[in-house]
Each structure stands twice: as C-alpha cells, then as structure tokens.
C-alpha cells in the first residue's frame, strides 16, 4: 500500500521528475484549510493507485524555489508529472472524482501525436463576455491558447467562438 511521499527542494528532481510512474504533486502550506481537506483524499487515491501513481506533498513556505519555478500562484494546486513533464493541472480543492479523473486521464489516456500534454482543469467561476460559467470545465483548446469553457450556456466551445456572441462584437 503505498502513502504519500514529501519532497522539498532536495529530493523534487529525483523523486518527481525522474519517476517511472506519473506523479501527482500537491502543493500546500499548512495554513491553507482548503489544503488539509484534500489532504485524506490524496492519502486514499495514493493507496488505491499503489505502484501506478505517485502521489508527492510540496510544502510551498518552505521550499518556495520549486513554488515559484512551476509559478504556483494559489493553493491548493496540484499538477501530474509524466517522464518529468507537466500533463495535467488541477487549481483549487476539489472532490474525490474529479481527481481522480484527472490523474486516469493520464494513466490509460492516448495522447494524440500533435498535442504533448493535456489540458489543467480549474474549477471556479468565470465571467466571459457577461455570461457566468460555474464551475465548468476550463480547457486549453488542443495547445492553441484559447479557452474552451463548457457550461450551460456552451456545452463546449472556445472562447475566442465566445467573443464573437457578445453584442459589443467583442
């Protein structure tokens, strides 16, 4: 059964990026509350996924050089690491499935040959072209830097498709 590892400035390298296997990196602090929350859900996907998915704890306060080198802006932030590539992002708490799904997309997902990594997933509210998404899917749309927002307004479309619906023509 396999328990969630703490890496810091020294063992990130060869721990994260020079893991067989994809590793899930949070990154927290002990003050942050929303952190602790999903501290539980991290230990039982990090049982479950024994020997498939490496689940690593950064402390951001006491190693802020690897915080700011992968530009983490907000905690809870957690990204998967696969041969040392970021592939997946996940901003925020969140519950159980949604984790989950983001680090099997990276176990049993295909990546197509044009796109070398995977979309982050950002669950929060957004406010585009006066409409209000909450809280939906955010993807980069296959690497190309627009948005691809799904909701209930757009199921699934990018933003740059958004712009044009505002009635400024914006």
Not at 122 to 139: D, E, F, H, K, W
Request: overall charge negative; aromatic content about 4%; proline content about 8%.
């Amino acid at each position: 059964m396999s328990e969630v590892t703490t890496v810091d400035t020294q063992t990130f390298d060869e721990v994260v990026l020079q893991s067989d296997v994809p590793v899930l990196v949070d990154f927290w602090a002990t003050w942050c509350g929303p952190c602790r929350a999903i501290a539980p859900v991290l230990d039982q996907i990090a049982a479950e996924q024994d020997g498939k998915l490496l689940i690593a704890k950064l402390n951001v306060d006491e190693n802020p050089d690897i915080a700011s080198r992968y530009n983490i802006s907000s905690i809870p932030a957690m990204k998967v690491f696969d041969k040392g590539e970021i592939v997946r992002e996940i901003i925020g708490a969140m519950p159980k499935p949604q984790i989950e799904q983001a680090a099997s997309t990276v176990l049993s997902e295909a990546r197509p040959s044009n796109c070398s990594r995977t979309p982050p997933i950002v669950a929060r509210q957004l406010t585009i072209a006066q409409i209000s998404v909450v809280p939906y899917v955010v993807q980069d749309c296959a690497g190309q830097g627009a948005l691809e927002v799904a909701g209930p307004r757009y199921p699934t479309r990018c933003s740059a498709d958004l712009q044009s619906d505002h009635p400024s023509g914006r």
